[in-house]
């Protein structure tokens, strides 16, 4: 209190000192009479300017003497005085004319001798032609206060030169502070010479940086070259005084996430609940926001924190202030918390850039592990936008051709479901298309589809598709059907009485379908010439993903949590071995972003090897042994499978089989086995992305390179050898 009041009083009495120095300086300029040092002169020096007064008078009179005469006898005069003054004594100046037309003025001892005025020397010369007089000072000179206004050396200054004299120093003493105050103040001038180091401010800093520019008349300019908005620079600085939730909703605008309030939360504070963008590149759906009361300590906010109920959600803290800021961070680095610290820096680009969805990437991939933000959706239909990749070829088959029919047969877990989704998501708002995305649990379509238009369950297809077409409004339906094996099995049982309903609707313009589906769907395309399904639409078939997709998948993620191949080599290496399985791809690297130390962001040969080794990878691989549910086949299947990973895995290093060497295997064996029906397994394996022809079609090879590393040589040729054996007994 006692340094508030001292604080006070010296405020006072500096405005009083500033009031008292600006009433003097005017006085002097304006009011002569009212400054105090002007009335101490004349109560010093009374006596000598009433002198001098009387001086100036006699100067004139014998200026006009001397004039005079010289009318007269045409001739300069030797000597004149004061008209009226008979007592030399008396006189106030003396008159020398020692040459024409010059008189010199002396002044005598009458003045005190404190004013220096005794024996100084005024001239006066008279100009003949015009005859005026003019005045310098003699030798010697009277003192500079003492001379008259018309005998100094140069003119006297007017009343507007001395105010623009004034206002010139105004303005350098002006000049000089603010050099002065931009020399001290360091972050200005940094700024200044780099405007984008604007961005990297504290957002608590921002108001006094834009009152300095301000002054400095440099803002627009800065704001400028560091690509900031006028209107978000003005927003960012209303944020910090904003109430917690418009803060938090502003903060949510910059990423295109939905901004709710939060209940059930203790904390000290406001905490809202985001519900994040499809676009964020991460697995990670929604999040709390945390913004702590104010005056809270970096402490008291840490500890409310740990009080928090365990959970798998990320909290999202919002930096008051720099005074708390380093103890936020060290408990946001502890990789044991779900805590992400959005620091006064990273605030600061967040309102003023754009690009706020890959800032708070940023974040999280330096603050949480990256196995809780992974961006590898590794099980179902890819959802998010930035998790896609590929599959551009049939993408624009189907986006930029008229409605149709489509069938997509392909192997489980190749992309179907992803690409569909793709589809879907692409028909979003299209001003022709109404696009709805149906996945089958078992084989009831009419039920699946009445239950997701909120129909009655025994709803016919017709009125389905009806009401489909009321909610498109005039555009065209296309309805994607996924996971129809089911469907098709049962629909191949009765006679296909759905799919001819299906077809007829097609030919009618009232809706068009994509199927997508395994081997059910291909034997009603390819083998089943009942089937309505043939020459329903054009058949697209799903395999491995594009070479530059793979390898774009298997980086770009990574790229965006800041973690890199060692060798560029390395991604192609990964690629290769996936067989360019979209899932395999996303499996492996999620297991390269397990190994991952903390802050580790470098990935070696060593890690990969290990990824590609990895139990979940082999598990993704498993569910070949039964592609068909007709046992016969799915041995059939197991013995070519076997059949391939003996020549493989053989010391001389075969490729792979034929299917001349398939056929006398079995012939050896003694097996009948029909041409047809190896044929079949062949065509099963291949569609399950299991096999593959080589590129001159002659022999079949394993389509993944790792699905040879499943089998050691001894175990293939034993399990071959058991399935031949079965296969026989059974004959």
């Known amino acids: 209190m006692s340094r508030l009041l001292h604080m006070r009083g010296w405020r006072g009495w500096r405005l009083l000192l500033i009031a008292a120095a600006a009433w003097f300086i005017g006085s002097l300029l304006f009011a002569p009479m009212l400054n105090p040092w002007v009335a101490w002169r004349l109560h010093r020096d009374g006596e000598a300017m009433m002198l001098m007064q009387q001086a100036a008078i006699d100067s004139m009179f014998l200026r006009e003497e001397a004039l005079t005469a010289w009318l007269q006898t045409e001739q300069w005069p030797a000597q004149v005085a004061v008209p009226g003054v008979h007592d030399p004594e008396q006189a106030l100046v003396q008159a020398e004319l020692l040459a024409p037309f010059l008189l010199r003025l002396r002044f005598t001892d009458r003045f005190p001798a404190h004013t220096g005025l005794s024996g100084t020397v005024l001239e006066h010369t008279l100009e003949p032609r015009t005859r005026h007089w003019s005045c310098r000072p003699g030798t010697p000179a009277p003192p500079s206060r003492w001379l008259p206004p018309n005998c100094h050396g140069h003119a006297p200054w007017t009343m507007v030169q001395w105010l623009t004299l004034l206002l010139v120093l105004a303005g350098a003493l002006l000049a000089g502070l603010g050099l002065l105050w931009y020399r001290l103040r360091p972050a200005v001038a940094a700024i200044v010479r780099d405007p984008a180091q604007l961005l990297g401010q504290p957002l608590q800093a921002l108001p006094l940086l834009d009152r300095q520019l301000g002054w400095l008349r440099l803002r627009g300019r800065v704001l400028a070259q560091a690509g900031v908005a006028t209107v978000r620079w003005r927003e960012a600085l209303r944020h910090a005084a904003a109430e917690p939730a418009l803060r938090a909703a502003q903060l949510a605008a910059r990423m295109g996430a939905d901004d709710a309030p939060a209940r059930d939360w203790a904390l000290a504070g406001a905490v809202r609940e985001w519900t994040l963008p499809l676009t964020l590149p991460l697995a990670l759906e929604r999040l709390w926001l945390y913004l702590p009361a104010p005056g809270l300590s970096g402490e008291a906010i840490v500890q409310q924190l740990r009080g928090m109920p365990n959970g798998q959600d990320v909290v999202l803290v919002v930096s008051p202030s720099l005074a708390v800021e380093t103890v936020l961070m060290a408990h946001a680095d502890d990789p044991a918390n779900l805590c992400v610290c959005l620091d006064q820096a990273a605030q600061t680009r967040w309102l003023l850039q754009p690009g706020a969805l890959q800032l708070l990437v940023g974040l999280l991939a330096r603050q949480l592990k990256v196995t809780r933000i992974s961006p590898y959706q590794t099980h179902g239909g890819i959802t998010r936008p930035a998790a896609f990749f590929g599959r551009e070829s049939l993408l624009a088959r189907v986006l930029n051709r008229e409605p149709g029919n489509y069938l997509l047969v392909g192997g489980r877990q190749l992309g179907k479901t992803s690409l569909m989704k793709a589809i879907e998501r692409r028909f979003a708002g299209h001003p022709r298309v109404h696009c709805v995305y149906l996945s089958l649990r078992d084989h009831r379509l009419a039920v699946r589809l009445a239950l997701e238009l909120g129909l009655a369950e025994d709803t016919g297809i017709d009125a389905l598709v009806a009401a489909l077409a009321a909610r498109a409004e005039g555009r065209g339906v296309l309805l994607l059907i996924d996971e129809t094996d089911l469907f098709l099995r049962a629909e191949a049982a009765q006679g296909y009485p759905q799919l001819a309903a299906l077809r007829a609707l097609s030919e009618q313009g009232r809706c068009h379908f994509m199927l997508a589906g395994f081997w059910d769907l291909y034997e009603a395309v390819t083998l089943d010439f009942a089937s309505p399904l043939r020459n329903f639409g054009e058949v697209i078939h799903v395999g491995g993903l594009e070479d530059e997709a793979c390898q774009a998948l298997a980086t770009l993620p990574m790229a965006r949590l800041?973690?890199?191949?060692?060798?560029?080599?390395?991604?192609?290496?990964?690629?290769?071995?996936?067989?360019?399985?979209?899932?395999?791809?996303?499996?492996?690297?999620?297991?390269?972003?397990?190994?991952?130390?903390?802050?580790?962001?470098?990935?070696?040969?060593?890690?990969?090897?290990?990824?590609?080794?990895?139990?979940?990878?082999?598990?993704?691989?498993?569910?070949?042994?039964?592609?068909?549910?007709?046992?016969?086949?799915?041995?059939?299947?197991?013995?070519?499978?076997?059949?391939?990973?003996?020549?493989?895995?053989?010391?001389?290093?075969?490729?792979?089989?034929?299917?001349?060497?398939?056929?006398?295997?079995?012939?050896?064996?003694?097996?009948?086995?029909?041409?047809?029906?190896?044929?079949?397994?062949?065509?099963?394996?291949?569609?399950?992305?299991?096999?593959?022809?080589?590129?001159?079609?002659?022999?079949?090879?394993?389509?993944?390179?790792?699905?040879?590393?499943?089998?050691?040589?001894?175990?293939?040729?034993?399990?071959?050898?058991?399935?031949?054996?079965?296969?026989?007994?059974?004959?």
């Open 562 to 731: 800041g973690v890199h191949f060692s060798l560029p080599g390395l991604p192609r290496q990964l690629v290769a071995a996936c067989g360019r399985r979209a899932n395999l791809v996303a499996i492996v690297c999620q297991q390269l972003l397990s190994q991952l130390a903390r802050g580790q962001r470098l990935i070696d040969a060593a890690q990969l090897h290990a990824a590609l080794a990895a139990e979940p990878v082999f598990d993704a691989l498993a569910g070949w042994a039964r592609l068909s549910p007709d046992p016969q086949a799915c041995r059939v299947d197991r013995i070519v499978v076997y059949r391939i990973a003996c020549a493989q895995l053989a010391a001389a290093g075969t490729r792979g089989v034929t299917l001349l060497q398939l056929l006398a295997m079995f012939d050896a064996a003694g097996v009948g086995v029909e041409p047809e029906q190896l044929r079949r397994a062949l065509a099963r394996l291949q569609l399950a992305h299991v096999i593959q022809r080589e590129d001159d079609g002659v022999q079949f090879v394993f389509a993944v390179p790792l699905f040879a590393t499943q089998f050691q040589h001894e175990e293939a040729q034993a399990l071959l050898q058991r399935e031949l054996q079965v296969i026989g007994d059974a004959g």
